[in-house]
């Protein structure tokens, strides 16, 4: 079980990694892989240094169950010294485990975009690139030049306001602070703005937190609820009118909507503040 709150399982064969922009300052991969080093773990005696792990490859095949899979959270899938024909190993591992969903990480866009055209993109595969500061939009274009069915954003660490996403194309945002010592802080009105500009394109919303030194006790509420929407599956089908009502709604009505009403009786409820 995976301790990221938007996956349930990690996959690394692949680990190490190196930085390359301002999101990985305090990269928590480094810091782990050092860690499971001098705790002597074999996967890990290189530390951080890029490492691939043949034994790896094949793991998912092997677990039965459906999971959702963070792929190489330790590293970065298409980090420049991976070796092509690894890639393509881990997309043949992806596309026969076609009972669990793969999320595919990463920051290295161009080097997505430049294999695009020889990578099999079955459903299960989620393709996302980090973009944390407005500087790096540019990933975003590249992913949605990908033929991958599921594209995602991670927004995290979140490091400056991006008032002018384009979300064509895209079906999940994630949004999150950076947590831990020296964490840069997040504000609330970037997170708001990206979850207003997801509402107003229907693409799925997922706050994932608001991080800082003591992450749990700043916890996942944004404007008193948690956001835990994922591709194809939105806390509802509402508008942003509507969005505005549910702010006036009591706690009790909107723990209704949360769990999800009957369309009818949402309905109803909209009709009754004449919005629709
Ligand atoms: S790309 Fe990811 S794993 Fe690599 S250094 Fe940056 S944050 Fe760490």
Redesign the pocket.
């Known amino acids: 079980m995976s301790k990221i709150e938007w996956t349930e399982k990690t996959w690394n064969c692949i680990t190490g990694?190196?930085?390359?922009?301002a999101?990985?300052i305090h990269?928590?991969?480094?810091l782990m892989s050092r860690r499971l080093k001098a705790m002597g773990q074999e996967k890990y005696a290189n530390g951080f240094e890029l490492t691939t792990h043949e034994d790896q490859i094949e793991k998912p095949l092997e677990w039965k169950k459906t999971k959702r899979i963070f792929v190489n959270s330790?590293?970065?899938t298409f980090?420049e010294d991976v070796p092509e024909e690894f890639i393509y190993r881990i997309f043949d591992t992806m596309n026969r485990a076609d009972w669990h969903q793969f999320q595919v990480l990463?920051?290295?866009s161009e080097r997505l975009l430049a294999l695009d055209s020889d990578l099999n993109w079955e459903e299960n595969i989620w393709m996302g690139v980090?973009v944390e500061r407005a500087n790096y939009i540019d990933r975003i274009d590249h992913l949605r030049a990908t033929g991958a069915h599921t594209k995602f954003l991670s927004l995290e660490p979140l490091l400056g306001p991006m008032p002018d996403l384009n979300l064509d194309g895209i079906d999940w945002v994630i949004v999150g602070g950076e947590s831990g010592p020296g964490a840069r802080s997040m504000r609330e009105e970037w997170a708001l703005a990206i979850r207003d500009q997801c509402m107003d394109k229907g693409v799925a919303f997922f706050f994932k937190q608001w991080g800082g030194f003591n992450k749990k006790k700043n916890g996942r509420l944004l404007e008193g609820r948690t956001w835990d929407e994922y591709p194809g599956q939105l806390s509802s089908d509402i508008s942003g009118d509507a969005y505005e009502y549910i702010n006036c709604l009591t706690s009790e009505e909107k723990s209704m909507l949360l769990k999800g009403v009957p369309q009818d009786q949402l309905s109803q409820m909209l009709r009754n503040a004449n919005l629709l």
Not at 17 to 21: A, I
Not at 27 to 30: D, G, H, K, L, V
């Open positions: 990694c190196d930085r390359f922009s999101g990985c990269c928590y991969a480094a330790m590293s970065d980090h990463t920051k290295r980090t």
